[in-house]
């Protein structure tokens, strides 16, 4: 099993350009989540799919980010435009929809906005 | 009062020590918990689950109390590769994890 797989790794932009971030979830899986990492904040939950749909996007900080989830095997999370303040490491992981059942994460992508 | 609270360290022990990490969790509702394990610029991987009897796994033993809302993790005869960051998380009704800031600990030869 490859794990849950993010791209791109790294990401250096400037600000007011539109980041996009890419994850594939574990086959199987029916649960996908983006968080986002700070030394400040912490790993904080942006948005959760539960079978492709959204179920929770209360952790969005603004409308300048969006989350879609086209395909079990496939989701996005895109900034536009993108701030300073957005530098973070983005993680993407994925679990099998059961409570009590562990998340498996991505190994993140670290973006830098100057 | 943030949902889940720990003590950010760092904590440094020697090669051998035995090292307590304490979580507390706001969310009575919560049913699930965990301990995650995070290297330097890695992801978080699953350490260990948490039961409410406790639960041992080789050198690392997990408690709940829910009646405090506290949970804790006890490492054992440390070692080197122990050195990391450790994560509470917390789960409630939902499948969405809350994940405390976590626990640095260094082991030092």
């Known amino acids: 099993d490859a794990g849950v797989i993010q791209s791109p790794r790294h990401e250096v932009t400037e600000m007011g350009q539109e980041v996009t971030l890419r994850c594939k979830p574990i086959s199987g899986h029916n649960s996908l989540f983006w968080y986002r990492q700070t030394m400040m904040r912490g790993l904080e939950l942006l948005i959760y799919f539960n079978n492709n749909v959204p179920i929770d996007d209360s952790g969005m900080p603004e409308d300048r980010f969006s989350a879609k989830m086209p395909n079990a095997s496939f989701s996005t999370l895109k900034i536009q435009p993108s701030e300073p303040r957005d530098s973070a490491v983005y993680f993407c992981a994925s679990g099998t929809g059961q409570g009590g059942s562990p998340l498996h994460f991505g190994n993140g992508t670290r973006l830098t906005v100057t | 009062r943030k949902e889940v609270e720990q003590d950010p360290g760092p904590f440094n022990v020697p090669e051998g020590a035995t090292v307590a990490f304490n979580c507390t969790y706001s969310?009575?509702?919560?049913?699930?918990f965990f301990w995650y394990r995070q290297d330097c610029r890695k992801e978080p991987k699953l350490l260990m689950s948490v039961y409410s009897s406790g639960n041992e796994d080789g050198r690392f033993t997990a408690q709940l109390n829910r009646a405090s809302q506290y949970i804790s993790l006890l490492i054992r005869d440390s070692k080197l590769s122990d050195s990391a960051t450790y994560l509470c998380?917390?789960?409630?009704?939902?499948?969405?994890?809350?994940f405390g800031k976590g626990t640095k600990l260094t082991v030092n030869p």
């Open positions: 969310n009575s509702a919560s049913q699930s």
């Open positions: 998380v917390v789960q409630g009704g939902s499948e969405k994890l809350v």
